[in-house]
T-cell receptor
Framework: SQTIHQWPATLVQPVGSPLSLECTVE??????LYWYRQAAGRGLQLLFY??????ISSEVPQNLSASRPQDRQFILSSKKLLLSDSGFYLC???????????????FGAGTRLSVL | AQTVTQSQPEMSVQEAETVTLSCTYD???????LFWYKQPPSRQMILVIR??????QNATENRFSVNFQKAAKSFSLKISDSQLGDAAMYFC????????????FGTGTSLTVIP
């Protein structure tokens, strides 16, 4: 069966420090991968999605970036964190291909980031 | 871009009663997919139910059912026999086969179950 791992679960970082959040998927190949941010009391904002290695689409211009160095690995990064980067970050995957299964997203457990 | 609107930031229901959460969406497409996700206090997102737009029959999953009104672009979630474990944030989501691999989420409805 497929599983998605996201870490760390919580992170407290000072303003101006770098960030690296990692997400890996097991049990499938060539998944579509997503990073979302959920600010307190708000919905999910899509940050990045990827349909393959090295292919990243950005939805919101900001000081965050994403990379996909391996098929099932998706990394969210920042060179210098801002206070406004605080929030709950969720990684998700969906199957690729033409089957109906691609229409479902599966989420990781999330990372709670506090920038102080 | 497609938009998904959940007009009820908070809802409450008595245990064992029925509650309906509302969702509307804006699209010009005829073929798409709709979802309800549940996010309990653990923050883990869980798929509750999904509906394909080409299917006229409303989806059901045990105590969860939807009222899909395609012409009205409405997709409400009905929870029957509410249980304490149903307390969570519920998100409505839309996916189009024609806009790459993007999913669009509403802002969520926080459901409280009163014992």
């Amino acid at each position: 069966s497929q599983t998605i791992h996201q870490w760390p679960a919580t992170l407290v970082q000072p303003v101006g420090s770098p960030l690296s959040l990692e997400c890996t998927v097991e049990g499938t190949s060539n998944p579509n991968l997503y990073w979302y941010r959920q600010a307190a009391g708000r919905g999910l904002q899509l940050l990045f999605y990827s349909v393959g290695i090295g292919q990243i689409s950005s939805e919101v211009p900001q000081n965050l970036s994403a990379s996909r160095p391996q098929d099932r690995q998706f990394i969210l990064s920042s060179k210098k964190l801002l206070l406004s980067d605080s929030g709950f970050y969720l990684c998700a995957w969906s199957p690729s291909g033409s089957s109906e299964a691609k229409n479902i997203q599966y989420f990781g457990a999330g990372t709670r980031l506090s920038v102080l | 871009a497609q938009t998904v609107t959940q007009s009820q930031p908070e809802m409450s229901v008595q245990e064992a009663e029925t509650v309906t959460l509302s969702c509307t969406y804006d699209t010009s497409e005829s073929d798409y997919y709709l979802f309800w996700y549940k996010q309990p206090p653990s923050r883990q997102m869980i798929l509750v139910i999904r509906q394909e737009a080409y299917k006229q029959q409303n989806a059901t999953e045990n105590r969860f059912s939807v009222n899909f009104q395609k012409a009205a672009k409405s997709f409400s979630l009905k929870i029957s026999d509410s249980q304490l474990g149903d307390a969570a944030m519920y998100f409505c989501a839309y996916r189009s086969p024609n806009t790459g691999n993007q999913f669009y989420f509403g802002t969520g409805t926080s459901l409280t179950v009163i014992p």
